[in-house]
């Protein structure tokens, strides 16, 4: 399954005489069709959104189709955990365990994204860049909102300075996302001090990224006066998608992982199984003469001497 939406855009590019690593992104089509497709509540929009937005923005820049990044959230909140999945090109997929909780606004009047995800526990991004083994990195969260989580993460296990800024605005009654924007600035060695203090300043003009975008100003408009006299650079246009790669024979080598005894187990109890994807909610029905098929799959599997 593959959505693509007119106005969804992602930038790359560089500032401040090519020593500072922009990646931008509008994807409000982008977290709606997730919103859509998973029944999220207002917060869980918001929480689920900008990890998609975080993740897309990873992976825009991987080198090959089969590369991958897969990010988790695990903060102990009542949403449970957050994952999304990212391939090259900004191609994006998530999912999330409760996706109808919904909090009461926080302190500010915002939605409550820290108090759904939690922060008693931790970030994991694996990055498999089809080398012989993926990446693994972890990381605490520091407050369950997302983007202060990735800048934490960015700096304490990449050991990469970076501003991050992700922000979701939807309607207070339907809930329907306005507007989804997200922003990573990363400074390279080279980059001089007082030019990491330019773009500090620029944080309360960055806050309102999604803001701008609401309020009909493209993404390349609002980089644009953004960055004005920074020496904005664009390297790189695309779409990002939400696509889902699910498959009947990746779920069919899913029920082949049970193993014989489960497989089994099955059979004679329910004689029948469904399996609904996690990411696209797309429903695999699979009947008892296709399960002994796949049982015997399964045998074969187990049995070494079946495979000599």
Do not use: W
């Given at each position: ?18 020593t500072v690593n922009v990646m931008a992104i509008s994807g ?218 699910c498959s009947r024979e990746r779920l069919e080598g899913v ?54």
């Amino acid at each position: 399954m593959e959505t693509k939406f007119e106005n969804d855009s992602m930038i790359g590019g560089l500032l401040l005489n090519k020593t500072v690593n922009v990646m931008a992104i509008s994807g409000r089509g982008l977290v709606e069709e997730a919103r859509k497709l998973h029944g999220l509540s207002r917060v869980c929009t918001a929480a689920l959104g900008r990890l998609l937005l975080a993740v897309s923005m990873m992976s825009a820049r991987l080198k090959t189709e089969t590369d991958s990044i897969t990010v988790t959230f695990a903060g102990g909140g009542p949403a449970g955990n957050l994952t999304a999945v990212g391939h090259t090109g900004g191609i994006v997929k998530g999912c999330i365990t409760n996706p109808e909780v919904e909090l009461p606004l926080n302190a500010l009047g915002k939605l409550d994204v820290s108090g759904a995800v939690g922060t008693a526990g931790e970030m994991r991004v694996i990055r498999d860049l089809s080398l012989k083994e993926p990446y693994v990195g972890r990381c605490a969260l520091v407050s369950g909102e997302i983007a202060n989580d990735f800048a934490n993460y960015f700096l304490v296990s990449e050991q990469q300075p970076s501003l991050v800024y992700l922000g979701v605005r939807v309607e207070p009654v339907s809930g329907e996302v306005r507007s989804a924007a997200g922003l990573i600035l990363a400074p390279l060695p080279d980059c001089p001090e007082e030019d990491i203090e330019k773009l500090e300043a620029l944080a309360p003009e960055i806050a309102s990224l999604s803001r701008h975008i609401d309020e009909g100003d493209s993404l390349r408009g609002a980089l644009d006066k953004l960055f004005d006299g920074m020496d904005f650079e664009i390297s790189d246009e695309m779409t990002p998608l939400y696509r889902c790669d699910c498959s009947r024979e990746r779920l069919e080598g899913v029920i082949i992982s049970l193993g014989e005894e489960e497989l089994t187990d099955i059979i004679e109890n329910e004689g029948k199984a469904e399996l609904v994807c996690s990411f696209c909610s797309k429903r695999y029905n699979f009947s008892e003469e296709e399960l002994r098929a796949l049982l015997e799959k399964a045998k074969q599997k187990d049995d070494p001497e079946e495979n000599e």
